[in-house]
Antibody, heavy 122, light 107 residues
C-alpha cells in the first residue's frame, strides 16, 4: 500500500532553514497526484504549507510563501520542504501527504505520513 | 484568500448523540470541501471529500452536506472512537487552508 515517511532534523536553530524530506513507497510519485506539506504547532490547528504537482508546479500558503520552497525528486520518489528564516513559531509537527484528484478537480489529502516534530531553538 | 470558519470550536457530547459541525467559506467554493478527523499523536484521516462523498472505509455514521459557502459534517451516533478534532479544508483554486478545527469531547 502507499506509505509516506517524513525525515529530517528534529532541532533547528532560529534564523536557519528547516529541511524535511518525504519518502513515498508503494506509488510512483511521477505517475500522478500532487504532494503536500501540512503542519500543526503545539496547541494549534492544522496549517497547510504548500503543495507540488507530480510535474513540479508549486502552490503555497500565502502567509508562508516568502519562506517556503517545495521540490520533487522523481528519481528518489521523494519530495522535500525547505522553510527559511525559522523562528520559535515554526515549531510544529510536520506532515507530508498525498493530494489525490478524484475527478473534476476535486482533490483531497488522502494518505498522510505519521508526522515529524521539529523544534526551533538555540 | 479563502477563509474557513468552523463552529463550534469545541463541543461536549455523549456516546450515541447526533453531532453536527459547520464550516463556512468566505466565498463560494462549490462542493470543493473536505473533512478530516485528527486524533493526538496520529496522522489526520480523510473522512469526506467533495462535500458529501464518504472516503472508502469510513463508517456510514459520518455524512457531509452543503455547497457554495455553507457545509456541515454530521455524526449520526457518536462512538467512543469518534472523540477527536475535526477540520474542514477547501480544495478550490489551489486554496487549501484548513478551518480552525472543532474538538469533540466526552460529556
Amino acid at each position: 500500500q502507499v506509505q509516506l515517511q517524513e525525515s529530517g532534523p528534529g532541532l533547528v536553530k532560529p534564523s536557519e532553514t528547516l529541511s524535511l524530506i518525504c519518502t513515498v513507497s508503494g506509488y510512483s510519485i511521477s505517475s500522478g497526484s500532487s504532494w503536500g506539506w501540512i503542519r500543526q504547532a503545539p496547541g494549534k490547528g492544522l496549517e497547510w504549507i504548500g503543495s507540488i504537482s507530480h510535474s513540479g508546479n508549486t502552490y503555497y500558503n500565502p502567509s508562508l510563501k516568502s519562506r517556503v520552497t517545495i521540490s520533487i525528486d522523481t528519481s528518489k520518489n521523494q519530495f522535500s520542504l525547505k522553510l527559511s528564516s525559522v523562528t520559535a513559531a515554526d515549531t510544529a509537527v510536520y506532515y507530508c501527504a498525498r493530494e489525490i484528484e478524484y475527478s473534476n478537480s476535486v482533490t483531497a489529502f488522502d494518505i498522510w505520513g505519521q508526522g515529524t516534530m521539529v523544534i526551533v531553538s538555540s | 484568500d479563502i477563509q474557513m470558519t468552523q463552529s463550534p470550536s469545541s463541543l461536549s457530547a455523549s456516546v450515541g448523540d447526533r453531532v453536527s459541525i459547520t464550516c463556512r467559506a468566505s466565498q463560494s467554493i462549490n462542493i470543493y470541501l473536505n473533512w478530516y478527523q485528527h486524533k493526538p499523536g496520529k496522522a489526520p484521516k480523510l473522512l469526506i471529500y467533495a462535500a458529501s462523498t464518504l472516503q472508502s472505509g469510513v463508517p456510514s455514521r459520518f455524512s457531509g452536506s452543503g455547497s457554495g459557502t455553507d457545509f456541515t459534517l454530521t455524526i449520526s451516533s457518536l462512538q467512543p472512537e469518534d472523540f477527536a478534532t475535526y477540520y474542514c479544508q477547501p480544495s478550490y483554486s489551489i486554496q487549501l487552508t484548513f478551518g480552525g478545527g472543532t474538538k469533540v469531547e466526552i460529556k
